[in-house]
């Protein structure tokens, strides 16, 4: 018997890595089917990897549209043209607008190269470096009005080293990102996540904190 597959559409902006180890785990056993790619940049690199991997692409350029209003209105147009059941943003550099978030209210996801609630917005292996701290990693979270500050899902950890530049640190976060991204998508496709007025329910109970997942990769 066919399983049923959840639909989703992918805002990119950039290299796609995160669309990659989508489209990977899809090809394993993900029942996932990516109905668009959608990027507010031509040129980003994660469209050449969905239309390899037989994926409708749309661009959505930010150039084409007079103001934010009218932006947000056509990328929501775009997006439900595709019926996605979850919108999951995947390196996309814009902040969503609200006429989206209350569209699609508990159905958008974001993955944030930190663990938040710490370093929101941009350059956060930086700023992770910088602060001293001892662990860094990644969340995915539930995407609301606020950036960077809906209900958190799961995260994955790693200990930063003694040695580790920017770079290094963004390398073995996004290992970390690979796994845990696909991972959070196998619980949708399940149907055991759900966000309500009270908080996020894994397999029907309340959390009380995030999901702290842990791949098997050697960092
Ligand atoms: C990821 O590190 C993600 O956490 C952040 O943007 C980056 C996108 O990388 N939101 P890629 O385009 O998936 O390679």
């Known amino acids: 018997m066919a399983t049923l597959k959840l639909t989703i559409v992918v805002l990119i902006s950039g290299h796609g890595s995160n669309l990659q180890a ?19 940049q031509a040129n980003a690199y994660g469209l050449t990897r969905a239309r390899q991997a037989g994926i409708k692409t749309t661009v959505v350029p930010a150039q084409d549209y007079p103001n934010r209003q009218a932006y947000d209105q056509a990328l929501l147009t775009t997006i439900k043209q595709y019926q996605p059941e979850l919108i999951v943003l995947s390196g996309f550099m814009r902040i969503l607008g609200e006429v989206i978030i209350y569209h699609y209210t508990g159905k958008i996801i974001n993955i944030h190269p930190s663990l938040l609630p710490k370093f929101k917005g941009l350059h956060t292996y930086v700023q992770a470096i910088a602060a001293q701290e001892k662990h860094h990693g990644s969340s ?25 530049s920017a770079e290094t640190l963004k390398q073995r976060t996004q290992s970390l990102e690979h796994q845990l991204y696909p991972q959070v998508l196998r619980w949708f496709a399940e149907n055991s996540l759900h966000l309500s007025a009270e908080g996020i329910y894994k397999d029907n109970q309340l959390l009380t904190g995030p999901i702290s997942f842990t791949p098997k990769v050697n960092l």
């Not at 995915?140 to 040695?163: C, K, N, R, Y």
């Open 140 to 164: 995915v979270h539930f995407v609301t009005a606020e950036l960077d500050s809906g209900p958190i899902i799961a995260q994955s950890t790693l200990d930063i080293l003694a040695d580790d």
């Open 22 to 40: 989508i489209i990977d785990e899809i090809d394993k056993d993900l029942p996932i089917q990516i109905s668009a790619v959608i990027s507010d």
